[in-house]
């Protein structure tokens, strides 16, 4: 049981502020540290850190030659990373305010510059036994996508960021997908708060895949074959968010994967996030499934 996670990585560079910057605001920061990052690196680790076995595939670039030792470091397989050593690596600039609420800049760089031929060759090591997790911070996601659907891969989608590229999806091929609310009012394609309307769109929209809706202090809900899972937050103070959805989508789907019913994985996802966010950075906040275990409540 391998897990391919062809996702993004990122230099972090994550801004101590009193609050979140409006318009027209200057603001003093308080401090600035770097971390590695980016949703694919963060959920590789997240998974690895849960007890599977992960290949991370992607490009890095200038700057960012560091992050495949925090991979490693991870437990995680860096067989399938590239570094172009002539393209600036993605990079994120991140307000972290004094609630632990975070807001972030996007810069694609090193993760956009997927080829055809880096797909079929990862791709073709990898067969129906195996899952692939993608997010939306590296292009070729519909090549992605259809040769793994070809495959018979197990295909894992969070639509993060939400942009036009999704809807050029084939998102009949996801099996399970991983929202917080606002993705899943811009999938479901209605403007609704109520997590409940949420699914019942979607759930029409996609009536096989498992839909997984993060509701921030709400805790989260589980949609899969007519059930509905609901889990309550593990309350915590929080230091920084920055990777608690990446922490969540690590664990559930780890839990999945090694046979926890969705209660029991919707409660593992639900105690790690609420130990990553106890910790400061992204990568580096994700405990492993020794440190959830374990902690204290």
């Known amino acids: 049981m391998r897990v391919?996670?062809?996702?993004?990585?990122?230099?972090?560079?994550v801004y101590k502020v009193d609050h979140i910057l409006v318009r027209g605001e200057t603001l003093q920061s308080g401090s600035r540290r770097i971390f590695s990052g980016g949703k694919g690196l963060n959920q590789s680790v997240a998974l690895a850190r849960a007890g599977l076995e992960v290949y991370h595939a992607g490009s890095t670039g200038q700057g960012g030659e560091f992050l495949t030792g925090v991979l490693e470091d991870a437990g995680v397989h860096t067989d399938f990373v590239r570094v172009l050593k002539d393209t600036p690596c993605g990079h994120t600039v991140i307000q972290n305010d004094k609630d632990g609420d975070n807001c972030i800049l996007l810069f694609g760089g090193a993760n956009q510059c997927i080829t055809d031929e880096q797909v079929d060759e990862v791709l073709s090591h990898f067969g129906s036994e195996d899952t692939l997790v993608l997010q939306n911070e590296i292009n070729a996601n519909v090549k992605i996508m259809e040769k793994a659907h070809e495959k018979g891969l197990t295909i894992v989608l969070n639509p993060s960021p939400f942009d036009e590229k999704i809807a050029a999806l084939p998102l009949s091929y996801v099996d399970i997908?991983?929202?917080?609310?606002?993705?899943?009012?811009?999938?479901?394609?209605i403007r609704?708060?109520?997590?409940?309307?949420?699914l019942d769109s979607l759930e029409a929209k996609f009536p096989e895949?498992?839909?997984?809706?993060?509701?921030?202090?709400a805790g989260s809900v589980c949609s899969f074959r007519g059930e509905r899972t609901r889990q309550q937050i593990y309350p915590v103070h929080?230091?920084?968010?920055?990777?608690?959805?990446?922490t969540f989508t690590g664990f559930f789907l780890s839990g999945i994967l090694r046979g926890l019913d969705t209660k029991e994985a919707l409660d593992l996802a639900s105690r790690a996030s609420a130990v990553a966010v106890t910790r400061p950075g992204a990568a580096p906040s994700i405990p492993t499934l020794k440190e959830v275990e374990a902690y204290r409540f």
Request: aromatic residues 8%; glycine residues 10%.
């Open 209 to 217: 895949a498992r839909l997984v809706l993060t509701l921030g202090g």
């Open 192 to 198: 609704s708060d109520d997590p409940d309307a949420l």
């Open 238 to 246: 929080a230091v920084d968010t920055t990777a608690a959805g990446d």
């Open 4 to 13: 391919l996670n062809f996702g993004s990585l990122n230099v972090d560079y």
């Open 177 to 189: 997908f991983f929202m917080n609310e606002i993705e899943a009012a811009q999938m479901a394609g």
